[in-house]
């Protein structure tokens, strides 16, 4: 009996390894889109952004700023292009990987962690709960003024706080694309490797 159901766990394995590379694949299609549009925004408003990223006094006082802009709107375009088809994939995710670590350092980190403030959340931080007073005084504005009903016929009014919960999410995700690389049968780099035989390209 042990070695029956022995053998049927490693069979049902052996069958799931044949489809490993669709969580990698799945990882890859749904970081792509999100990696280009922040790149992409980067470039359509490369002025500002350089002024943000370099102003100390409201910005992220970072040095060099033209270059942090290129750089990282670049890596994120580019990058997020070439998840789709699965090419350098290892390669590709280190630097995003060290975006995202540097937006969640800089930008999100003093927030918390909720993306929305949601003072109900046991994640809500000082910050997010004196948003809710703010919230409920907009809600409160636009029910009297305005037509809160079309206004939140497509979702209700939120306050964006901003925390680390979205960037942190991407950084673990790229992370495993790190270990397991773009997938077995489900990218170009696995068609290199098993063509050329060239295993750090899986």
């Known amino acids: 009996m ?3 159901l022995s053998q049927l766990m490693t069979s049902t394995t052996e069958r799931l390894q044949l489809a490993d590379g ?3 694949l799945l990882i890859r299609l749904y970081l792509a889109p999100i990696m280009m549009q922040a790149g992409w925004t ?3 408003s490369f002025d500002s952004t350089v002024a943000w990223f370099g102003n100390a006094e409201w910005g992220l006082g970072l040095p060099f700023p033209e270059l ?3 750089l990282a ?3 994120e375009l580019i990058g997020g292009l070439l998840l789709i088809p699965g090419i350098a994939v290892r390669w590709l995710s280190i630097p995003l990987l060290f975006t995202m670590l540097v937006a969640m350092l800089t930008v ?3 927030n918390g962690w909720l993306a ?3 003072s109900s959340s046991w994640l809500a931080n000082e910050r997010v709960m004196e948003a809710s007073e703010r919230l409920e005084r907009v809600r409160a504005i636009l029910q009297e003024h305005g037509h809160y009903e079309w206004l939140t016929g497509r979702g209700s009014v939120v306050i964006l706080n901003n925390g680390i919960e979205f960037a942190a999410t991407y950084a673990i995700m790229l992370l ?3 270990f397991t690389g773009g997938g077995r049968f489900t990218s170009v780099d696995d068609v290199i490797r098993r063509r050329y035989g060239t295993p750090a390209a899986r």
């Open 116 to 118: 929305i403030a949601d």
């Open 176 to 178: 495993s694309l790190i």
């Open 2 to 4: 042990i070695s029956r």
């Open 108 to 110: 999100h980190w003093e």
């Open 22 to 24: 669709l969580a990698p």
């Open 73 to 75: 709107a670049g890596t």
């Open 68 to 70: 942090m802009v290129t």
């Open 42 to 44: 980067k470039f359509q």
